[in-house]
């Protein structure tokens, strides 16, 4: 069964500063790994998305890289700003005795102290 | 505007009582999913449809039911209600099963007493 794990569970920079998101999955036979984002109270929006034949992708301050091999994904984010505050989530689809199935890890809160 | 629209947004209801969560997108996707998260436990999968008449079972299908009819639409069904159901229900959409991004609704906060 696959298994997602994000670390850290809680992160607090100062505004201004980079930094990095991990996620760890146990199975590499994954389809796609994808970052949300999820404010309090609020459903998840999709930051990136990336393709297990890729390595990484951007969108604006962010990056998210896959190495699948390794089981491993970060997600970089440059200048941090206050408005970033929130939790972010990983996910792996993947196969699983021919389903379709989409594993979480269980986030790491993300505070930006201006 | 392109959106994933869940009712109710909070529910509460009385062990063995029959409910129903709706799920509607107007994106024309072809996956749909729902999700249940719990504290210290994260998001799971509970039941996932490629298609329309195509579902699956996910993480934790057990206590509910699901049905696909249009394409649009995909209800989760709790037939018989327990407590241990109580919790923040997500349904999701995208335009094929895997290689696009996730649309979420906002969420529905259930509560079996």
């Known amino acids: 069964k696959q298994e997602v794990t994000q670390i850290p569970a809680a992160l607090s920079v100062p505004e201004g500063e980079n930094l990095v998101l991990n996620c760890s999955f146990t199975d590499s036979a994954i389809y796609n790994l994808q970052w949300f984002r999820q404010d309090p109270g609020k459903g998840l929006t999709s930051l990136l998305l990336i393709q297990s034949s890729q390595r990484e992708q951007t969108s604006g301050r962010l990056n998210a890289s896959l190495d699948k091999s390794s089981g491993r994904s970060t997600l970089y984010i440059a200048a941090s700003q206050p408005g970033d505050s929130a939790t972010y989530l990983c996910?792996?689809?993947?196969?699983?005795?021919?389903?379709?199935?989409?594993?979480f890890g269980k986030g790491t809160k993300l505070s930006v102290i201006p | 505007e392109a959106q994933v629209t869940q009712n109710p947004r909070y529910l509460i209801t009385v062990t063995g009582k029959k409910l129903t969560v709706t799920c509607s997108q107007n994106?024309?996707?072809?996956?749909m999913s729902w999700y249940r998260q719990d504290p210290g436990l994260g998001l799971r999968q509970i039941y996932y449809?490629?298609?329309?008449?195509?579902?699956d079972k996910g993480d934790v299908p057990e206590g509910y039911k699901v049905s696909r009819k249009e394409k649009r639409n995909f209800p989760l069904i709790l037939e018989s209600p327990s407590p241990n159901q109580t919790s923040l229900y997500f349904c999701a959409s995208s335009l094929t099963v895997m290689n696009e991004k996730l649309f979420f609704g906002s969420g529905t906060q259930l509560s079996v007493l």
């Open positions: 449809s490629m298609n329309v008449e195509v579902t």
């Open positions: 994106m024309n996707h072809e996956y």
């Open positions: 996910a792996v689809y993947y196969s699983g005795a021919g389903s379709y199935q989409l594993t």
